[in-house]
Nanobody
Framework: QVQLVESGGGLVQAGGSLQLSCAAS????????MAWFRQAPGKERERDVV??????????YYTNSAKDRFTISRDNAKSTFYLQMNSLTPEDTALYYC???????????????????????WGQGTQVTVSS
């Protein structure tokens, strides 16, 4: 059983920064594509991808809203990956989830399988609130 545990959320003023972390259990962390999703207030049924990273960290994908402000990275030796968020705006307020992409999508390009249905393990979520 894989467990993903997020940390690092909190309350920050607009323009500020936060770094989210996601620690994974299991010994094959480097084999998996990992991603950050977020669920905005009032959209309980929608988890939107923010950023995705390949198993070796060489390839990344960002949504337009995350490009140039967020950076996804990973440390396979620690079975942990991160989301550095800069220049935060109130529109970034959401519950942020980390997730592992399912094995069936292992060889798909990062952008080809970015919906929540392609991910089989999820963390419990960490709240990010950006005040104006």
């Amino acid at each position: 059983q894989v467990q993903l545990v997020e940390s690092g959320g909190g309350l920050v003023q607009a323009g500020g920064s936060l770094q989210l972390s996601c620690a994974a259990s299991g010994r094959t962390f480097s084999s998996y594509v990992m991603a950050w999703f977020r669920q905005a207030p009032g959209k309980e049924r929608e988890r939107d991808v923010v950023a995705i990273i390949s198993g070796n960290g060489a390839n990344t994908y960002y949504t337009n809203s995350a490009k140039d402000r967020f950076t996804i990275s990973r440390d396979n030796a620690k079975s942990t990956f991160y989301l550095q968020m800069n220049s935060l705006t109130p529109e970034d307020t959401a519950l942020y989830y980390c997730a592992r992409r399912a094995t069936a999508w292992a060889h798909s390009p990062l952008s080809a399988a970015k919906g929540s249905g392609a991910f089989d393990y999820w963390g419990q979520g960490t709240q990010v609130t950006v005040s104006s």
